[in-house]
């Protein structure tokens, strides 16, 4: 059976943290939310979580680093819903932390590179046929992060800041291929946040971290296009 929704989101890793939070929110906005999660056990807690508070979500088995995976949860979505209003790559991981580029592990910068960036494209392609059918317009939302500024960039986790400089030379690559389509694609920074990946010591809660992430999903002009945001600000690359 197809969701009756007239709104529907996608969020990669959405079964903790930010992705979560985020779709909370845009359930709170009458959204159908696809949870994309690559642990389905975890997936399947955040579903029922969400669930008990009266929203519909619907969970999708999605690795972003395996192309088959991504195809399979396309081939699931297909049978849910016939269109993708908000597409939001919010899977990331974050490995490297203490160490410089002088002592940095490339085995580890490739697999953020295929997470981080890889993964995303993939995910973009394969569901595109289902952004272009919305109906008032399309949405994909890159979570980027301000460690991916090359303009105040420093010696923070190499691997991880430079997959999400990559990541936002990816979203500029897709808003001008998508240029006239009526889909908007943007970067966003949503600040140090405490989640698994910020940790306790970070100066943001959840929700705020979620903030711009739903601002550009729902609000945001789809005019705005192929640019990078933090606090519904666009900010320098």
């Given at each position: 059976m197809k969701t009756e929704h007239q709104q529907v989101a996608l969020i990669?890793?959405?079964?903790?943290?930010?992705?979560?939070?985020?779709?909370r929110q845009l359930c709170k906005r009458g959204?159908?939310?696809?949870?994309?999660?690559?642990?389905?056990?975890?997936?399947r807690e955040a579903c029922e979580e969400l669930c008990a508070e009266g929203h519909e979500v619907v969970l999708l088995h999605l690795d972003v680093t395996d192309p088959v995976s991504i195809k399979q949860a396309v081939g699931t979505f297909s049978q849910k819903a016939d269109h993708l209003d908000v597409l939001i790559n919010n899977a990331a991981i974050l490995e490297d932390h203490g160490e410089d580029i002088t002592k940095l592990n490339t085995e580890m910068l490739e697999r953020a590179m295929k997470t981080n960036v890889v993964g995303p494209i993939l995910v973009t392609q394969d569901f595109l046929p289902y952004l272009q059918k919305a109906r008032a317009g399309a949405r994909v939302v890159n979570v980027s992060s301000g460690s991916g500024a090359l303009h105040d960039m420093s010696t923070y986790a190499p691997g991880y800041s430079i997959s999400k400089t990559a990541l936002n030379a990816v979203t500029r690559q897709f808003a001008g291929a998508l240029s006239g389509q009526n889909i908007a694609v943007n970067s966003v920074?949503?600040?140090?946040?405490?989640t698994e990946m910020g940790g306790q010591r970070a100066s943001r809660p959840v929700e705020q971290g979620a903030e711009?992430?739903?601002?550009l999903a729902t609000e945001a002009p789809l005019h705005e296009t192929g640019k990078f945001w933090h606090d519904k600000a666009e900010v320098n690359w």
């Open positions: 990669t890793g959405a079964n903790k943290g930010i992705g979560k939070e985020t779709a959204f159908a939310v696809f949870i994309g999660s690559r642990d389905m056990h975890r997936g920074d949503p600040g140090w946040v405490r711009t992430i739903v601002w």
